[in-house]
């Protein structure tokens, strides 16, 4: 079955604790990405990866690291985590978005991690 | 002023009835138009694909794009209970990574 897994589903951490967050799919597609879901705001991309060693910025980066070491698994990194950083996070993967096709264009999310800092 | 703009409602419906659900955008250059749904606590699922302007359906549902208005529709008929979720709008350019999504709109379709 498709899937991208991520783990924890829910955490309550303490201000300045260092956290990650895993995310792994088992599709081998190459396109991952992380997204925070936040009320009124709608989901907003953290940082998103082309393949392996390849990331890059999306539109609210800060405070986060990404690493892609291997192509399944696609780690959010806190490293300071702050209240500011509660929210819902979505790990997620595709096919190469650049492409045409409904395949290209489906994303496969997970089932969300809902992090809370105190 | 945001990329993509949605009414986030919450919307409710009495079952059997049309939904519309809509969203605005100011890149002219969006080509590909998604809409995405999304049950509680769970992670968001593709619903409808569509490429540039014209109509899609697929069973009780429709997409519209109408790219000289820079508005996209997606209308559920005979809507069902199983059809309360949040649905969100999203699109991309051609060749851009980035996909950009409308903040979700609530549905509730009541028995």
């Known amino acids: 079955e498709a899937q991208v897994t991520q783990n924890p589903r829910y955490l309550i951490t303490v201000t300045g604790k260092k956290l990650t967050v895993t995310c792994s799919q088992n599709m081998n597609h190459e396109y991952m990405s992380w997204y925070r879901q936040d009320p009124g705001l709608g989901l907003r991309q953290i940082y998103y990866s082309m393949n392996v060693e390849v990331t890059d910025k999306g539109d609210v980066p800060e405070g986060y690291k990404v690493s892609r070491k291997e192509k399944r698994n696609f780690p959010l990194i806190l490293e300071s985590p702050s209240p500011n950083q509660t929210s819902l996070y979505f790990c997620?993967?595709?096919?190469?978005?650049?492409?045409?096709?409904?395949?290209?264009?489906?994303?496969?999310f997970g089932e969300g991690s809902w992090l809370t800092v105190v | 002023q945001k990329e993509v703009e949605q009414d986030p409602g919450p919307l409710s419906v009495p079952e059997g009835a049309i939904v519309s659900l809509n969203c605005t955008y100011s890149?002219?250059?969006?080509?590909?138009f998604m809409w995405y749904r999304q049950y509680s606590r769970k992670g968001p699922e593709l619903l409808m694909y569509t490429y540039s302007s014209g109509n899609k359906e697929d069973g009780r549902f429709t997409a519209q794009v109408d790219k000289s208005s820079k508005y996209i529709s997606l209308f559920i008929r005979d809507s069902q209970p199983s059809d309360s979720a949040t649905y969100l709008c999203a699109m991309r350019e051609t060749g851009a990574n980035n996909l950009f999504f409308g903040t979700g709109t609530r549905l509730t379709v009541i028995p």
């Open positions: 890149n002219s250059a969006f080509q590909y």
């Open positions: 997620a993967s595709s096919l190469k978005p650049s492409s045409g096709t409904v395949k290209g264009n489906t994303i496969y």
